[in-house]
């Protein structure tokens, strides 16, 4: 176990919020919850051993052990699953060492074409088992089946498309050099972008198959090996695709999946001394142990964290309509379980009333339920631990006197429901102003002045996105350069490609995920300098 043991404060489930428990009580509005099977495929997945992918093989956790994987819309448990530990994760790193340190092994040897063309293949995979990636991810989840089928599980095979494509242009440069202590040599000097080497790559719960996907795309393309822990409380559609990976040919090792516990296999993997790189998503808090982990062996960090992004109402809205669709949009997808979720709404004060009737009204229509039941708009949170979390910042925000305008209750008496959220008379100092929620809980507050919701907006540690809403296009552009954030979006919210940058300012992460900017981070520059 790595230098982080003493430093692990993971809660496990149904411990409140430390800083938030016993504060008041939210009440629970009935919800009436359908009994759904799920296909006779899925249940045919979740009845195989749910083993641990290491240097081509499936198999059981060293220890024996294994973990429950629960169905968040009911609490029932859906699967048993390794749990990995650090003996796991030293036997993957291993594996994944033995194939990146051997130049006559498959993976060294392939082309880069050859790369790409296993790479796209993955993706196509992924396309031909859609609903059955959907339907998983649901299930375990929560999500509604139907945005994961036009959401989770297309970006996914883009990803590793979009990577398909760059494996073959991953390039260095030739650089005219003028030496003043050797003005009469000649010389050839050019760049060459390596792969690093082991990277290890640590995800949650938010987008399990996307997160996979955007963390492994990159990792094969650059030509990489991989450890990747998914997050213990959906590791259903990383181990699936996992299988897809095999199938695609990518060769034995190269991709290893090691299921289990933050404390217990996320932790040793970022201490690990045999991994070159470590990618982490998830919070800041555990980002900062990450960080603080890797100083083991120095190895090489991105990290992809928290937020509280502001969204910016300004009051010349051609369709307020829409705009008021886009906010609720920006804060109800996927639960509010997004790290770029719009969970500050900043409105004009001239629209204010307007916005906030429209917000609260979109929240009250939504359709709760699990989400495989048809018609289901937005689904449970992911774990009793988040329920608790969310619940506890309601109440702390009542307590500190700020008022609920739709929504604000637990709903049913099983699985990890939340209505939909509206909030305001709140003050800058509250919890649920500064902190990440993770739910689906929007506060709103008025604003008079551009250069007060500026400065409004960037107050506060996380940098990870904003919006802003206007047709004033001087002065969409003119806030969007001074807003301190890694992705702005204007009259629209949560647009994601593979081709466009994503990742933090300030303490919402180091690096980029996505486009050709990540590939930076999974290479390293190598000077050749010879003499003519
Ligand atoms: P964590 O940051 O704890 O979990 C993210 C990943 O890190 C999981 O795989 C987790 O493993 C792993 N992990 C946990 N502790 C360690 C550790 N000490 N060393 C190495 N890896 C570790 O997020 P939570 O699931 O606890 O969620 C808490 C809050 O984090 C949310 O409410 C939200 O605010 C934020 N969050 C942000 C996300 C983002 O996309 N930026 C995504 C998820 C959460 P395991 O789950 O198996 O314990």
């Not at 089946?145 to 990803?159: C, T």
């Not at 955007?214 to 590791?235: F, I």
């Not at 296999?265 to 690990?272: D, F, I, K, M, T």
Request: hydrophobic share 40%.
């Amino acid at each position: 176990m790595g230098p982080l043991a003493d430093l692990h404060r993971k809660r496990r489930v149904t411990e409140p919020h430390p800083q938030l428990k016993g504060i008041g009580t939210v009440s629970t509005a009935s919800l009436e919850i359908p009994e759904i099977q799920p296909s006779p495929r899925i249940q045919s997945f979740l009845s195989g051993a749910k083993q641990l992918l290491i240097g081509g093989q499936w198999r059981n956790a060293a220890s024996g052990e294994t973990f429950p994987v629960f169905n968040p819309a009911t609490g029932e448990t859906i699967a048993k699953v390794a749990a990995g530990d650090a003996v796991d994760i030293d036997a993957a790193v291993r594996a994944a060492r033995a194939v990146f340190d051997d130049p006559k092994h498959a993976w060294n040897r392939m082309t880069p074409s050859q790369r790409g063309r296993i790479i796209w293949k993955i993706g196509d995979l992924l396309l031909e088992n859609l609903e059955e990636f959907a339907e998983l991810e649901s299930l375990d989840n929560g999500k509604p089946v139907g945005v994961a089928q036009v959401a989770d599980v297309p970006l996914s095979a883009d990803i590793f498309h979009y990577m398909a494509g760059w494996a073959t242009k991953i390039e260095g440069n030739t650089i005219p050099i003028s030496v003043p202590y050797a003005p009469r040599a000649e010389f050839h000097a050019f760049t060459l972008r390596e792969p690093i080497g082991v990277v290890g790559q640590i995800i949650p719960w938010n987008f399990p198959l996307l997160m996979a996907a955007w963390k492994l795309g990159p990792v094969l393309a650059t030509g990489n090996t991989v450890v990747l822990k998914p997050a213990e409380q959906t590791p259903l559609t990383a181990l699936r695709l996992g299988e897809l990976i095999q199938e695609a040919g990518v060769p034995d090792g190269v991709v290893n999946i090691v299921t289990g516990f933050g404390e217990t296999a996320g932790a040793p993997l970022a201490a690990h001394e045999g991994v070159d790189k470590i990618a982490f998503t998830g919070s800041t808090e555990v980002g900062k142990m990450i960080v603080q982990a890797a100083g083991s062996n120095l190895k090489k960090v991105t990290l992809e964290l928290g937020g509280k992004s502001p969204n910016i109402v300004f009051k010349d809205n051609e369709n307020l309509d829409a705009t008021i669709a886009g906010a609720a949009s920006a804060i109800f997808f996927n639960h509010g379980q997004c790290c770029c979720a719009g969970s500050r709404l900043y409105v004009e004060q001239a629209v204010f009333d307007d916005v906030v009737s429209g917000v609260a009204e979109a929240a009250r229509k939504i359709k709760l339920g699990p989400g495989l039941a048809k018609g289901t708009e937005m689904g449970p949170l992911v774990s009793d631990e988040q329920l608790q979390r969310v619940t506890g910042y309601l109440n702390a925000g009542q307590e500190a006197g700020a008022n609920i305008v739709a929504g604000g209750q637990q709903r049913g008496d099983r699985g990890y429901f939340v209505s939909p959220t509206v909030i305001q008379d709140t003050r800058e100092d509250m919890s649920i102003v500064r902190e990440e929620i993770f739910g689906p809980v929007v506060v709103v507050d008025p604003f008079e002045d551009i250069e007060e919701i500026i400065t409004r907006s960037n107050d506060t540690p996380y940098g990870l996105a904003a919006g802003i809403w206007t047709r004033d296009i001087s002065k969409a552009h003119r806030v969007a350069r001074r807003l301190r954030a890694g992705t702005v979006w204007v009259n629209c919210y949560n647009i994601f490609d593979s081709a466009m940058p994503f990742g933090g300012y300030k303490q919402s992460g180091w690096g980029r995920e996505m486009g050709h900017e990540v590939l930076d981070l999974y290479t390293e520059t190598k000077a050749v300098c010879i003499g003519l």
